[in-house]
């Protein structure tokens, strides 16, 4: 049976003198937890595309570690989702790995409002004109017009 003194030796020894930040820890975690999601969810994408190819073509966490010209010890944080990720990174990781790790949506909205509104704006205008102004404006890229568009033709 152990004493008394001996468990508190034993005891004092699982104490530590430093100060423990969890709460900081727990916190940051709160704050950067959208995109710490999304740093795991690619990692663990990568570590699938790295087990894949390695049966096709021996392709590890070193080999792509040389092949993005970084070090090992990078792509070992980038593969346990802790790295935030630049999009230069993301894209050298898909181009060795063959892959697509992120993609951003095109939306593409044909405005009949800006079509009619610039040919009622331009009544002196020619047919090609008007076809011209047609296509200048047929394509707006991710935005929808909720706005009356300004008429400057009464100005």
Do not use: C
């Not at 030796?9 to 104490?15: P, Q, R, S, T, V």
Request: proline share 2%.
């Amino acid at each position: 049976m152990m004493k008394k003194s001996e468990n508190r030796k034993n005891f004092d020894k699982l104490i530590s003198d430093k100060k423990s930040n969890w709460l900081d820890e727990a916190l940051w975690m709160e704050e950067n937890e959208a995109w710490l999601d999304k740093s795991a969810q690619i990692a663990i994408r990568i570590l699938s595309e790295i087990h894949r190819q390695k049966h096709v073509n021996g392709m590890t966490q070193k080999k792509l570690a040389e092949r993005m010209g970084v070090r090992e010890q990078y792509i070992n944080k980038v593969v346990k989702g802790k790295e935030n990720l630049t999009l230069k990174t993301i894209s050298k990781i898909e181009a060795v790995l063959g892959i697509k790790l992120i993609s951003v949506e095109k939306e593409t909205v044909i405005s009949k409002q800006i079509e009619v509104r610039k040919q009622e704006e331009k009544p002196w205008a020619s047919k090609n004109q008007k076809e011209y102004t047609n296509l200048s404006y047929q394509f707006i890229s991710n935005y929808q017009l909720n706005e009356p568009i300004p008429n400057y033709s009464q100005a």
